[in-house]
Each structure stands twice: as structure tokens, then as C-alpha cells.
């Protein structure tokens, strides 16, 4: 019986700061520290009011229609080497949380997906 791989739980990014020998951030050191400056637009949203109701139309119908799209993780500008730059604000891998220790990347952040939502709203 073949055995299928399974996946781990780490996001290991080979880059020059790659050491198969860490395995685990026990001891803090400022070693593969980098700068993790980034420019991010999170979200944005474009929409488009049309008036439908005028004056002197009779009251039912639709008063007014909304189009739009949003868009979430839409784009990153950064030169850090990891898949995500932002900073957690605790260490929550160990239990308990530790709060003492923002900033470590243990490797578990994954690629944010980008998404587009397309919508209408009728005002009646």
C-alpha cells in the first residue's frame, strides 16, 4: 500500500535566510532578523449610486440602486522574504499565549488569497 504524503503545518519559504537546522524559535536571537516594512492595500471598495425614483412617480418601485465591487488583500509592496510581514502581536503557538514575544514568524502564516465581491442594493 502506497502512503500518501501528508502536509505539515509550516510554510517553510526557502530563501537566503533558510536554515533546516531551526527547527523551533526557543531561544530569541536577533540572527534572521529583517526588515519587514510593507505598503498593503487590505480593501477597497468602488461603487455607484443610481437614482431611480423621481419626483411625481407613483410610491412603490425602487427608491434608489447601488452597484459595486470590493476587493480583499488586493496588493503588498515589501521586500521581506516570508510570506507575511505583518506582525503578530503575540506568540501563539505556545501555550499560553506568549504576549511578551511579537514578531516571530513561525513559519505557519500562509499566502493571504486575494477576493473580489460583486454586489447590487435596492432601496425601496
Known amino acids: 500500500m502506497r502512503t500518501l504524503p501528508s502536509?505539515?503545518?509550516?510554510?517553510?519559504?526557502?530563501?537566503k535566510y533558510y536554515n533546516p537546522n531551526v527547527k523551533?524559535?526557543?531561544l530569541f536571537s536577533s540572527l534572521f532578523?529583517?526588515?519587514a516594512s510593507f505598503v498593503k492595500l487590505d480593501n477597497?471598495?468602488?461603487a455607484y449610486n443610481l437614482p431611480l425614483k423621481r419626483e411625481g412617480d407613483p410610491a412603490g418601485g425602487f427608491?434608489?440602486?447601488?452597484?459595486?465591487?470590493?476587493?480583499?488583500?488586493?496588493?503588498m509592496i515589501t521586500g521581506y522574504t516570508g510570506a507575511d510581514p505583518e506582525v503578530r502581536y503575540a506568540d501563539y503557538s505556545v501555550n499560553p499565549p506568549?504576549?511578551?514575544?511579537?514578531?516571530?514568524?513561525?513559519r505557519e502564516n500562509w499566502v493571504l488569497t486575494r477576493s473580489f465581491t460583486l454586489g447590487v442594493n435596492l432601496g425601496f
Do not use: C, M
Open 24 to 26: 523551533d524559535a526557543q
Open 33 to 35: 532578523v529583517e526588515k
Open 98 to 106: 506568549n504576549i511578551l514575544a511579537p514578531g516571530i514568524d513561525r
Open 7 to 15: 502536509s505539515s503545518v509550516y510554510n517553510v519559504v526557502k530563501t
Open 44 to 46: 477597497a471598495t468602488i
Open 63 to 75: 427608491r434608489n440602486l447601488r452597484v459595486f465591487v470590493t476587493g480583499y488583500n488586493l496588493f
